[in-house]
């Protein structure tokens, strides 16, 4: 049974860093494109960035685009997201995902994590 387990999540003043892992099971992670997406409280929630199979391709929403780097490791099964100058707005529950469609992994991914909270605040 695929199963996507997030960590790292935590509270962090303005400014900081938190990186988030994503460990991956029950399918073959290095075939598949991951993705991150948070939710803020009240809010939709919204893409953050997406890499592809074997990791040489990456995407990312405008909002964190030069501040929020995805990689990933094929032999351990995981997925990163380090997050650098963090701000109030970044907080939000994290959440990994992925669908075995390039087409949707993106938009509307089948299979997600239980996620984890990002608290940036002073």
């Known amino acids: 049974q695929l199963q996507l387990v997030e960590s790292g999540g935590g509270l962090v003043q303005p400014g900081g860093s938190l990186r988030l892992s994503c460990a991956a099971s029950?399918?073959?992670?290095?075939?598949?494109?991951m993705t991150w997406h948070r939710q803020a409280l009240g809010k939709q929630r919204e893409f953050v960035a997406q890499?592809?199979?074997?990791?040489?391709?990456?995407y990312y929403a405008d909002s964190v685009k030069g501040r929020f780097t995805i990689s990933r490791d094929n032999g351990k099964n995981t997925v990163y997201l380090q997050m650098n100058s963090l701000k109030p707005e970044d907080t939000a529950v994290y959440y990994c995902a992925t669908d075995p469609s390039i087409s949707t992994v993106r938009s509307a991914p089948a299979y997600w994590g239980q996620g984890t909270q990002v608290t940036v605040s002073s």
């Open positions: 890499i592809s199979a074997g990791g040489g391709n990456t």
């Open positions: 029950g399918f073959t992670f290095s075939h598949y494109y």
